[in-house]
Nanobody
Framework: VQLVESGGGLVQAGGSLRVSCVVS????????MGWFRQAPGQERQFVSA????????YYADSVKGRFTISRDNGKTTLSLQMNSLKPKDRAVYYC?????????????????WGQGTQVTVSS
């Protein structure tokens, strides 16, 4: 199973970015998917997760109301729309796949990870 993120970049505070993750191999439609992020010198942090059918969605409190996770099972693609970005959102964003269909905020549940995409927010 391979996960490839894209869409990161540099944006001013208050701006928006959309990061995506294309998954190949495996059975995307049966996997719960998640987004995590890691800022320099910090531990990996949960951002959002979505169940295999999209019926359950979870967000970290720090991004609730600003970020929206979505998936397209036909295109085996996971997306994260990020609005009202803040400098503290700066991090490498990783998508991850869990072989269980139930969404989780535990990183250890996820078997497959992408290489990450950098998001930088200037103040």
């Amino acid at each position: 199973v391979q996960l490839v993120e894209s869409g990161g970049g540099l944006v001013q505070a208050g701006g928006s970015l959309r990061v995506s993750c294309v998954v190949s191999g495996g059975t995307f439609s049966t996997y719960a998917m998640g987004w995590f992020r890691q800022a320099p010198g910090q531990e990996r942090q949960f951002v959002s997760a979505i169940s295999s059918r999209g019926s359950r969605i979870y967000y970290a409190d720090s991004v609730k109301g600003r970020f929206t996770i979505s998936r397209d099972n036909g295109k085996t693609t996971l997306s994260l729309q990020m609005n009202s970005l803040k400098p503290k959102d700066r991090a490498v964003y990783y998508c991850a796949a869990d072989q269980s269909p139930r969404a989780s905020d535990y990183g250890s549940r996820y078997a497959y990870w992408g290489q990450g995409t950098q998001v930088t927010v200037s103040s």
